[in-house]
């Protein structure tokens, strides 16, 4: 059973024009490292990381979701890790997000079946 009551967040992402390259290069990176993602959302305490592309007009956004018991940890781990993951998403983010906002959580549901092996 789990120690702390899972949290999540919803932050919607406006990057700067001209950065579908940088975000297909992110996602190519991200995937291709994905033994060093788990390492390091293991480390951050981070139990679910998705990452969503939305397109409206001329700009483009990520919309993240995260859930983790204590994104207060979560966050001081990401800032002081030297992890290649870690590292590149750093640049990405200086180099490409114009600015953020945490979008309002209405509805989370989190069918936690640890017990039978299955999480939803």
Known sequence: MRSAPLQIRCIRIRLKQGSMRAIKEWETF????KNDV?????????????????KSGADNYLIYIMACPDFEHARETAKESKNIVDEFHKKFKQDWWEDSEELEPLIFFYNDQSSQGTKI
Do not use: D, I, Y
């Open 30 to 33: 991200l995937k291709t490292h």
């Open 38 to 54: 788990m390492h390091t959302l293991k480390a951050e305490g981070v139990l679910l990381e998705s990452v969503f592309l939305e």
